[in-house]
Antibody, heavy 125, light 107 residues
């Protein structure tokens, strides 16, 4: 079974830090781009960050650039999001998600639709 | 940033109805569009990618069409399990953005 299991959320004071983790299983983690998306009642779904399969390329929403860092440990099938200088408007349910973008050493194929999602991690600032 | 606008925001329909949800992009996104279904307390579920490709395991009553700036999600015959909120999302370039959602309610 393809599974993403998130952890690391909680309550933090403004200006504080949190590290979210997402453990992947049931698929070849090293070959897929991964993403973080957050959701709030007021702003709906918001893309946060994406990382390539190798980890060599990362992209961020302007709202988190310079404060959040996405990373991955391909040897342990784990995706992470280090969140620093947290603000009240970072309060949200955070999802890790697998994209359909599959890359090997020779080519990439597939799409960037998010086809597997974690259960959601609550962050309250 | 590309803005995604869905309509309607809320839709009341009956079982068996044909339902159409529209998503408009503020600029061309080719076919780089996905549709998701979300039920309360659950993560979103991918229905359609690249505007018209049905994700594996998704019932064939769901279909997507469009390109450029105008897209539609069609449910050919609404089933009880389909009452949920639906989102479009583009991945043409960064930042990816979502529509505000369309809630499909029981009439």
């Amino acid at each position: 079974e393809v599974l993403l299991l998130g952890s690391g959320g909680g309550l933090v004071q403004p200006g504080g830090s949190l590290r979210l983790s997402c453990a992947a299983s049931g698929f070849t983690f090293t070959t897929y781009a991964m993403t973080w998306v957050r959701q709030t009642p007021g702003k709906g779904l918001e893309w946060v960050s994406t990382i390539s399969n190798s980890g060599s390329s990362t992209w961020y929403a302007d709202s988190v650039k310079g404060r959040f860092t996405i990373s991955r440990d391909n040897s342990n099938n784990t995706l992470s999001l280090q969140m620093n200088s947290l603000r009240a408007d970072d309060t949200a349910l955070y999802y890790c998600a697998k994209t359909g973008r599959h890359c090997t050493s020779s080519r990439c194929r597939g799409h960037y639709g998010m086809d597997v999602w974690g259960q959601g991690i609550t962050v309250t600032v | 940033d590309i803005q995604m606008t869905q309509s309607p925001s809320t839709l009341s329909a009956s079982v068996g109805d044909r339902v159409i949800i529209t998503c408009r992009a503020s600029q061309s996104i080719s076919s780089w569009l996905a549709w998701y279904q979300q039920k309360p307390g659950k993560a979103p579920n991918l229905l359609i990618y690249e505007a018209s490709n049905l994700e594996s395991g998704v019932p064939s009553r769901f279909s997507g069409s469009g390109s450029g700036t105008e897209f539609t999600l069609t449910i050919s015959s609404l089933q009880p399990d389909d009452f949920a909120t639906y989102y479009c999302q583009h991945y043409n370039n960064y930042p990816w953005t979502f529509g505000q959602g369309t809630k499909v309610e029981i009439k």
